[in-house]
């Protein structure tokens, strides 16, 4: 934090005045998201030197913008600005784009590249919704589908908001029976004890197993 607060006040040496303004947490998602990147990428580099990511945090925020994303096939500054950004180890070892660039043309290309750039993050959002559909049946094999009719007598898993604090690491994982009394949505279920109380919420078919008797 010490290291933070020393950044901020050397930056303040660059304006004349400025202003600032809190900003609520739940307003602030883009720069949340912003800071758990950052913290991730920042403990990846970092190490050992954990308490030196001031020093490092726009390299790290350069790496990121400018490193192709699986989800959308895009680097962050390509969906920003329309072209790939020529990063300095380019110009330091004499990449083709640097060899071939010229001036006149160059503007013609970012010209055209502003043009097609929503034909880019249109592709983009195709490449993400592809890449998400692609998880989700990855992880939808590994599913056990469950399902219950009414009537049927379950057990439901004690989770720790169940649990009886009294009782040790011996306690029942499961509880029950309970009899399955209503099926308002898929995989939710309402349910009712031995002495005919019902629960005063659904559980997920997750948390239930059949119970034979």
């Known amino acids: 934090m010490k290291l933070y607060l020393t950044k901020v006040q050397d930056m303040q ?8 303004v809190k900003i609520p947490r739940e307003e602030n998602e883009k720069t949340n998201h912003l800071a758990r990147i950052a913290s991730t990428e920042e403990n990846k580099k970092l190490g050992d030197r954990k308490g030196d990511w001031a020093e490092d945090i726009l390299e790290v ?4 913008r400018t490193m192709r994303i699986t989800l959308t096939e895009e680097t962050p500054y390509a969906l920003a600005f329309g072209s790939e950004a020529v990063i300095p180890a380019e110009v330091g070892s004499g990449s083709f784009r640097v060899e071939i660039f010229r001036l006149e043309s160059n ?8 043009d097609l750039l929503q034909e880019k ?29 009414v009537g049927d007598l379950v057990l439901r898993k004690v989770t720790i908001a169940t649990k009886d604090p009294t009782e040790g690491k011996f306690a029942p994982s499961w509880e029950g029976p309970y ?9 939710a279920y309402y349910l009712e004890d031995s002495e005919g109380k019902i629960l005063p ?7 239930l197993r059949k119970y034979f008797v």
């Open 107 to 114: 503007d013609k290309g970012l010209f055209l590249h502003l």
């Open 13 to 20: 040496s660059s304006f004349k005045k400025f202003y600032i």
């Open 121 to 149: 993050r249109d592709q983009a959002q195709v490449s993400m919704s592809a890449y998400q559909e692609r998880v989700a049946r990855y992880f939808n094999k590994k599913v056990r589908h469950r399902s219950f009719q």
């Open 201 to 207: 919420r659904p559980w997920n078919a997750e948390h």
């Open 61 to 64: 925020l350069w790496a990121y």
């Open 179 to 187: 009899r399955v009394i209503d099926n308002r949505r898929m995989g």
